[in-house]
């Protein structure tokens, strides 16, 4: 399994990022497609998804609530991802994946996450609101945060829970994108000039680096708004009553 953490942000190493939220390892693809009827998969996958959403609906044990809302960390991805990681984002399967792996992530890169979050939204506006952000968040109120949106899910309105993470990662693909116009510009203005060969190429790998950078966080900044696209939808269709 691939970490989840490589399906939004950039990593600090400038590692590439797969355009989903994460991807089941090939041969874990083929150990559950081992005589299993695709149309069964699909049918567990739905079945699983609204029933632990219903149970969890109709419980008044917080205990219950939280074993939920910490699934992927006590008991690992697979569990969830072995079922619902190749649902159809308009699925309610498809868009509980998503919302566990929008937790994950947020509670693995939550430093990172608050800077952006700063930067992409350094005066509050309805964003802040919906997703339920201060304006100048630290580490520890994105990881609360994360805890929210997903125990939202569970115990309030589903649809106002996906507007949430909506909202939210509307704000970080708009940190990221500041972020690499920033890297842009630094790499536009003028800067001493080594002379001899040696000097030219460490400016040439610089600049290199510096583009290879930015593209790489426009490419994530684009994973995230298709990401937010897929939770608005999901909110549309939970209202209609066409979210299955």
Known sequence: MRSSRSGFLASPSGSSRPARPAQLDPAILDHLGGGLDPEKISEMSHASAAALLDRVHHT?????????????????????????????????????WRLYMLRTWMQRNREQIARLWRLGEPVATSASAIAGVDETPDAADIARTADSILSGAFTGDFAVALDRAGAFTDVIAAGLR????????????????????????????????????????????????????????GAHLWRRGRLE
């Open 178 to 233: 500041l972020q690499a116009k920033r890297i842009t510009a630094a790499g536009k203005e003028p800067a001493p000039q080594p002379s001899g060969e040696n000097g030219d190429s460490g400016v040439r790998k610089a600049r290199h680096d510096a583009q290879t950078r930015t593209a790489r966080l426009m490419h994530t900044a684009a994973n995230l708004l298709t990401t937010s696209r897929d939770f608005r939808e």
């Open 60 to 96: 008044e044990d917080p205990q219950v609530v939280q074993r939920v809302i910490t699934l992927v960390d006590t008991e690992g991805v697979d569990i969830i991802a072995q079922l619902w990681s190749d649902a159809e984002p308009d699925s309610l399967p498809g868009i509980m």
